[in-house]
C-alpha cells in the first residue's frame, strides 16, 4: 500500500483519549508510519516513531516506567519528546543524537490527534473543533472505532451522499422513510475550503432519532433538516434538525443528533475510522446509548464489506475507468477536488 | 496473477446452470475480470461487469428485481444488456452513456457460458458440445464443481495423461488394475485443432466404473478403450468403453460413462473447474449418482494438492527451466502446442 | 522474499538426524530451494531438489522404495544421488539427463546438513563441531525447532549480546539475577574468522541453570563465566560456566552447560532455527530434561514475536536507516561484518 497520495502537514486522530493511558503503550499505523502513544508523568500525550533506533524493535512492545517507555528487547528509556534517559547495559550512558522520532501530539475533545508532516507546522489551531463531543458536552455521548480497508474518500463520499442509507441500510438507519432522502435537492457550498451540505425534505415520517428525542411526540410529521460539513483531509460532521412539518420552518440548524466521523488513513487502502455521537435531550434515559450504539454499529457494519469490495474493485479495475458521479455526489466531488487542490500544494512546497 | 496468457475470444464456462438464478446475483471472476450473472424476466441469462459504474460497488452485492439487477449501494437498477433503467436519487433521470459492461452470454447443456473476448466475435456455434450430458441425456448425470489454484494447462495434463491413477489415485480411481494403464501405448490425433486419444489395454481386471454398469457380469477380463477428447482452451472428455476380452474386438467406442470437464481460467495460477459425468445403464438404481460422486469427489480432492504443489514449484523457480516430457505427455504436449499457436494468433490480431 | 544477501556455499543445518527417516520424506526450504530429504538404502541421507523434473511436482509428496524416492504423480524413482531409475509407464525406460538435482548432504553430531553452494566445494571438514552434543555425549541432551520469520542475523544479536535476557525474558531466564547481565564488560577477539566472546560477572545469586547442576549447593554467591561462540553464517555455541565467588578465579572455561544454535535461512526474512541443550552433571534426574525443554521453550517464545516484529519494523522503514549499535553489540556488529565480507567474497568469486 503506498502513502504518496495522503495529505501530510495535518492532525488526525490517532485514539481516543481513555485508550492512551499512563499503564501500557498504545500503537497505531497512520499514513505507514508506525507510531505509538503513551502519557508522560504529567499526563500529556506522547507519540513516538515505534521503531526503537537501536534494532527497531517496536516500543509499543515495551512498558511505561515514570512516564517514560522502555524498550522491551534492551531496555533502553525514551522520554515524551523521544530522548534516550537510560541505555541499562551501558551503565547509564546514552549515545548523543540516540532518539526515538517524536511527532507533535495532543489530547482535544477526547481525541488524541498527531500531526504527521512537517513538526515545525504544527500549529493547535488547526485541530478540528469537536467541541460539541467531548466531555461535558450535550446529554450523551457514544462512539465506536472501524478499522476499514478502503481509501478515506470512499468514506468521504458515503457520508456526503446519504441516499445509500435507503439501499445499503434498509434494515437499520433506512427503516423510516428513508425513500424521502432520494427525493429533494441538496444544497451546498464550498467555503474556506470545507464543505456544508444542507439537506431538507418536507413532511416526512419521524424518523428513529428522531421519534427517540421525545421532543416530537404526537407532532405527526417532521420536516428534516439535515446539514453535512466536510472539513480536509476527512473529518466530516453531520447534524440532524428536524421541525414539525406544519410548521413550515424556512430552515433549521439546531441539532438534536450530531455524529462525527474521525477518518484516518493507515494507507491509501484503509483507515483508522472513529465516529462519535452526540445528543441534546432525555438526559435521564440511560438507554438511548445503548440503543444508539447499537444501531450506529449495525449500521456500520453495513458499510463495512460495501466501502472493502469497491477498494477491491477500484484496486483490481484494469481500466482504471474514473468513477461516474451522481447528482447526489456534488459534494462528494467537491470534497475530492479539495483534497487533490490540497495535494498538489503540498506536493508543489515539498518540491520547493 | 497475470491473465496476459489467457486466450479471450472462448466461451467459458461460468456457472451451472442451476447455480444462476432470478432471485440471486451469482458472482464468477474469469479471466481476471469479475462478472456478475443473473436471469431477466424471460429466464435468460445476463453477465455484466461486477462494478457498478457509479462508484465500482459490486453489482454482486445487489439484489434481482424485475429481473434487473439493483446494485445496494445507491440502488442504480441495469437490466441484461447493461443498460441503467433507473438512479433513485435522480428522480428518474439517467445518464447518457452511463451503462454496466455486458458480456455475451448463454444457457446450454445445463451450463452457463460467457465470451469473454470481443462480443462481436461470441458466435453461439463456437460453444463446446455437451449434448451428451445436458438435460435428459443418459441415464444418470452428477457433477461438481472445484477451485483450483493452478495453471489450466497444468489440468489438461493431468487428464491427457491418465497414468497417474496408478499413483496418485492408487486407493481411489487406481483401486482396480490401474498397473494396466502404465502399459501399452496411446494413440492420439489431432484434427481441426482438437486432439482425440485412444489408449487401448487388453485384458484386465474390470475397472469400478465397468463393474458398475452390470454390463459385463460373468465376463471375466475386459478390454479397456479409453478415449480423451481435448479441445482449447480448455474442454475435455474422457470416455469409458469396454468390451470381453474375450471378444476381442479392434475398437469400442461406444462409453458406458462420459466425464467432461470444463476448466476455466480465473488468472494464469488458478481456475473454476466443473466435472460433469454421465452414464448409460441401470437407470433404476439410484444409488449410482451417489457412488460415482462420492469416488470422483475423493480421486480429485487428491488431484487438487498435487496440481496446486505443481503451480508453487513452478512459480517458485529460479531456474523456470521448461517441463520434461514422458511418452504418455505426448497428447499434453500437443494440447500446450494448440494453446500456444492459438495465442500467438490472438496476439497478432490483437496488435493489428 | 529474496536470498541474494545469503552465504551459499556453507553447511547448512537441514533436520535433526531422526527427522529424516527410511520411511518418508523431509521437506525443507533453505536459501529460497526446496529440497526433500530421505535416506538411502544404506541409511545415508540423501538430499535432492524438491522438484521432479518430469511436471515439477514435489516430491516430498512421494513416498520411498527401497532407498529411492518415487514420485507420487506418475511414479518416477530417482535414487540418493538424483538418478532416474524408473519412469513407469515408459516400460522401464529412462530418459538420458533426466534427473533432480542433487544437493551434498551428510548426517553428523546428530544432525543433516546440506550444501547449498557449488557441490565441488562441499567439504566435510567444514562441518560445525557439534560433537559435544551428539548421540552419547554428556549427561543430557534436549532440543527443539522453531521457524521464525526474521533476518538470521537478528537471532546473530540476540545470542551475542544476552543482556534482552534483562527484559524480554525477565520471568523466564531472567527470573534470577539477569540485571547482573548489564554491568561488567564482555571481551571478545575475532579468530579465523570466527567470534568468541566472554562476559565474567561476579558474585551473583545462583542462575537457575546453575542451581540445576547440583554443585553448587550451600556455595552462596557465584562468578558467571559466560562464553559466546560465532561461526559464520550463523551457528553459536552458549556455554555456561560457573565457580564460587569466594573461588575468586580468574577464568572459568568448563561449562556445566551448552547451548548450540543452527540457524538455517529459508530467506532473507525467515529461518529455520534449531537449539540443543547438553549438560554434564544428575545423570540420574529424568526431570532435567523436561525442566530444561520447558524453561528454554517458554523463553524462545518470548523471543519469536520480537524478532518477526523487528523484522517487519525493519522492512517497512521508509528511512531504512542503519542500525545502532550499543557497547553490548561490539559481537553482533563484528559478526555482521565478517558475513558481510564473505559475502563480498562470495559476489566476487561468482563474478569472476
Not at 423510516?176 to 418536507?202: P, S, Y
Not at 469490495?309 to 484494469?318: G, T
Amino acid at each position: 500500500m503506498t502513502t504518496e497520495n495522503l495529505l501530510r502537514n495535518y492532525w488526525y486522530a490517532a485514539a481516543r483519549a481513555e485508550e492512551v493511558t499512563g499503564d501500557a503503550p498504545f500503537a497505531r499505523t497512520m499514513l505507514g508510519e508506525p507510531i505509538v502513544l503513551f502519557r508522560s508523568k504529567d499526563g500529556s500525550i506522547a507519540a513516538l516513531e515505534d521503531r526503537c533506533p537501536h534494532r527497531k524493535a517496536p516500543l509499543s512492545l515495551g512498558r511505561i516506567t515514570d512516564g517514560e517507555i522502555q524498550c522491551n528487547y534492551h531496555g533502553a528509556r525514551f522520554d515524551g519528546d523521544g530522548v534516550c534517559s537510560l541505555i541499562p547495559s551501558q551503565e547509564g550512558k546514552v549515545i548523543p543524537g540516540f532518539a526515538a522520532r517524536p511527532y507533535p501530539a495532543t489530547e482535544a475533545h477526547g481525541m488524541i490527534f498527531v500531526w504527521i508532516g512537517a513538526p515545525e507546522k504544527a500549529d493547535l489551531d488547526l485541530i478540528p473543533d469537536m467541541g460539541a463531543y467531548g466531555p461535558g458536552a450535550g446529554t450523551g455521548v457514544v462512539g465506536g472505532y472501524m478499522y476499514i480497508k478502503a481509501n478515506y474518500l470512499l468514506l468521504a463520499d458515503n457520508l456526503l451522499d446519504l441516499t445509500n442509507i435507503a439501499y445499503l441500510h434498509e434494515s437499520t438507519l433506512g427503516a423510516t422513510g428513508a425513500e424521502a432522502l432520494l427525493a429533494g435537492e441538496m444544497e451546498f457550498e464550498v467555503k474556506d475550503g470545507n464543505i456544508r451540505t444542507v439537506r431538507i425534505v418536507r413532511d416526512q415520517v419521524q424518523t428513529f432519532f428522531a421519534q427517540k428525542t421525545g421532543k416530537f411526540e404526537g407532532q405527526g410529521n417532521l420536516d428534516r433538516f439535515t446539514i453535512t460539513n466536510f472539513w480536509a483531509p476527512a473529518y466530516l460532521e453531520l447534524q440532524l434538525c428536524n421541525a414539525p412539518a406544519s410548521a413550515n420552518m424556512a430552515m433549521c440548524d439546531v441539532p438534536h443528533h450530531r455524529v462525527h466521523h474521525c477518518i484516518t488513513p493507515e494507507s491509501d487502502g484503509a483507515v483508522h475510522y472513529y465516529w462519535t455521537m452526540a445528543w441534546y435531550h432525555r438526559p435521564d434515559d440511560a438507554n438511548l446509548a445503548k440503543e444508539f450504539r447499537e444501531i450506529t454499529r449495525l449500521a456500520f457494519d453495513e458499510d463495512l464489506p460495501m466501502l472493502e469490495a469497491q477498494q477491491c474493485n477500484i484496486e483490481s479495475d484494469p481500466a482504471q475507468s474514473t468513477l461516474v458521479n451522481f447528482e447526489g455526489d456534488k459534494a462528494g466531488a467537491a470534497a475530492r477536488k479539495i483534497v487533490a487542490q490540497l495535494l498538489a500544494g503540498e506536493s508543489a512546497r515539498a518540491a520547493e
